[in-house]
């Protein structure tokens, strides 16, 4: 035993006499003290590299110990040499301080190799250099994100949720509770015009997010932004030319999971009539069966192809730096879709709450294709002038065929028996959204850069077509647990609907700004302003056909097998041209402002006041009875706001904001419309105000390094005047219901929220939570018995609520693993978005809830030699679902044979999407 003891001992002494020696250290900024991720650090003698972790540090292990030299270059950086002693003993952690290059070097490295808010870095500094609260999500971190477009990218910003299409992918912005018609959406600093038909937000989903060097979320305005944000603004920007020769790109490809289970179901697209028959042959003309294209009715199953997605950008300076150009082409083909059930219910009697009465199963299958170009000239005669000029193009064609099988509760349904009453609807449609945008500006300096004038003439241009969308019903029966088609249903059983719009937005930007230096500071003073004109035109027609008599009675798989073997007459032969949507309108807007900006080491401070004019209007083209054909609202408001910045420290600080901003209602919105949805007609308000909101923001911002972060703030909203969409009652027929616009006294929101960037050597996480609560009163209707008729009766009650689309609790947590000496880069991103209201209903208490749900993405991307990287993305891994539900339940609906009540609640509506995985390939030469 004392042998094997001593023998023990001196294998251990052995040990620790052998143990290899090593070498720690980490690499900051000398000026910031910021960590310098990604450095590039090389010892002399042994040969070894490595690059430092996410947080500025590294470790050698393994090593000879003696005297040696080490070598740490960063893009940017001077290159550092120092001899280092590598020691057997542990040594603290070794800091090396790099400098950074010469002011001219870094200004063509950051703007051409690094590229303003490329990476994290340059993010992080963009946010704490900005004046205004801010976010700024970079281009590195976009590229290695899971998400494919703008919208998707969104849902990381802290206080940012979205609105999803029926396909489960991301469309709008909900920023910090504030629905998307509060938000605006810019192009490098540009409005954009929306495509969609009825409002004037913009759709995320359409710009591919490969196109972008940064996303910037302003959360406060100063006088010279564009004041239709009371939510706040989203800024793209698009890449800029590199210093150097620039080529990358990609190529992807991936599947959507629900299709190895179902089929993919599609129409030709080709065969869409691009105009009806109104457009093609004048208002007079009767049109037959045979002036509508077959293709939209004649259906086919099929596994979709894989998706393909795509990215090529080539950028260069020319003529010694001065001449700079860039051009990109992006390209997706997904195929989306969802599975879902919707519940159709009506309030009756005095019933506090809704009775199921129908439900309808459908199946969506959707082909996107999105196409996205841009190009970008600038020419620099001198570093005081600038003058550029930008192109872009996106381009969205949606194809979805929705299938529907609605089963009505009533005395016929015994579910027990396998026997029920059914109605198959089909509805093709092909959704064509376009957007352009032309920008030249200039940026000139005067007087030794005392002397600032910057401006601006742009053309955009935004459309939107719906041409031929198909909708034909059939009757149908369930028998002994089997479903299948009869005939076609009664009333107007086929439908052709032809919906177009363009709008033009033709601007002119001026900023004149001078400086002047005073003892412990400087001061600003600017002014200028824009002037937009904005024309739209808009058309709908819709054509009805149902079977002759002798048709009237054919049966599906006896007397015909396709839709396309119909026989049908069209009932309304010149279609309904006569109507509301077919209309011109403009809005004409004037803005001028005056603007201050005091800054010296400590403090920062901007004020002023902007003016906005707006003259907006409209014009039926083909009015149908309306009262008041052709309308106007011609307004001025003042929006004053004051920033102020005060520096805690050399990485702390404190950010003070208050702006006013307003909301204008989108052209659709004041036409006096009446359009007949599947489920509610819908109507504008000629009436309709815009909103204005005095808007307050305090945060507190800590960098600790160059790629974290820590924010802490709070918000608070008062709305003046704000829009929401409700359920109301026809003034002369009071059982006509409809969904309209319309101004509801003053609401508030308020909340905080924090955001925390981290990172341990190779692994980070980013966090964020935000807080919301927001009150908002509406006149509802409920039900009771007249004591003295013993009738019942409808009356009219004050319920206070949240604001629609508002969640109380927003949160996103992403799990990082960055290796760049061994070229990994990995990350697991969940985000958080809680109950909020989804549809507001007529009744009280009866509004629609969109129950609270985690998504799950991830991805992963692995360096190889020669500029190239693989990559996948992965998203909604959990296949979560999203839910409607009413706070409540009646007794009637417990005799229904399906799993709707739960938990004192009832679902409506419940739709899956499926898990979405792609697979790719990235090449970079810089």
Known sequence: MNKFLSMLFFLLACTGMARAAGLKGKVVDRQTGEALPGATVTLHNS??????????????????????????????????????????NDTPVRVFYLESASIALMEVSIKGIRQGGSDDQSARRLEKNASQVMNVVSARAIEISPDLTVANVMQRVSGVSLERNSSGEGQYAILRGMDKRYNTTLVNGVKM????????????????????????????????????????LVNMVMKSAPAGLQFNANLSTGYNQQYFSRDFTRFSSSSVQSKSPYELHGKQYNATQADFSKGTLRYKNQSPLPDLVGNLTLGQRFL???????????YQNTYRGSNSVFYNSSVNGTDPYAVITSKSDRTYSEQQQRLGLHSKIDFRANPNHRVSFYNMYVDLKNQQLREAIGTTYNSVYKPELGEAEL????????????????????????????????WATVYSSARNEVPQNTSISLNGIEKNFEQYRTSLVNTAPVTYRWERNTDEDKAGYLDLAYLFDLNKGKLELSTGGLYRDKQRSSFYNNYTLAPSA?????????????????????????GAVSNPLTYDASEKTTAAYGMFNYENDAFQAIGGIRAEHTDQGYHLLFPAGEKRPEGSQVYTDWLPSLTLKYHVGPRAQLHAAYYRALNRPGFYEIVPSKVVNEEYQERGNPDLKRALADNFDLRYELFPDASEQFLFGAFYKRIHNPIEYTFQADASRGQDIYYSPGNFGTATNYGFETDFIKYFRVWGVKANYTYTHSAITTPKTARRINPASGDIEAYSVNQTRPLYGQSAHIANVSLLYKDASKGWDVQLAGAYTGPRINTISQFLDNDLWQEGFVQMDASAEKSLKHGLTVFVKANNLLNTPMKLFIKGTNPENDKIAEDLVNKGRTLIRKDLYGQNYLAGLRYKFN
Do not use: C, W
């Not at 996410?54 to 070598?71: H, M, Q, R, V, Y």
């Not at 409002?199 to 995320?204: F, K």
């Open 47 to 88: 040969g070894k590299s490595t690059m430092t972790g996410l947080d500025g540090s590294f470790e050698f292990k393994n090593l000879s110990p003696g005297k040696d030299a080490i070598t740490i270059s960063f893009v940017t950086y001077k290159t550092l040499e120092e001899p280092v002693e590598i020691s057997e």
């Open 193 to 232: 015009p929306s495509p969609d038909n009825k409002y004037r937000y913009v759709p995320l989903d359409l710009f591919p997010s490969d196109m972008l060097e940064r996303l910037e979320v302003y959360k406060s305005l100063t006088p010279n932004m564009e004041a239709d944000a009371i939510g706040g």
């Open 320 to 330: 010694n730096n001065k001449l700079g150009a860039i051009a990109g082409i992006s």
């Open 423 to 454: 109605t198959y609807t089909t509805r093709s449609r092909l959704t064509h959204q376009q957007i352009y945008n032309g920008n030249l500006q200039g940026d000139h300096r005067f007087s030794d850069d005392h002397l600032k004038i910057r």
């Open 550 to 574: 002798a048709d009237a009675k054919k049966q599906y798989g006896v007397d015909f097998n396709d839709y396309t073997e119909l026989n049908l007459v069209v009932t309304n032969p010149t």
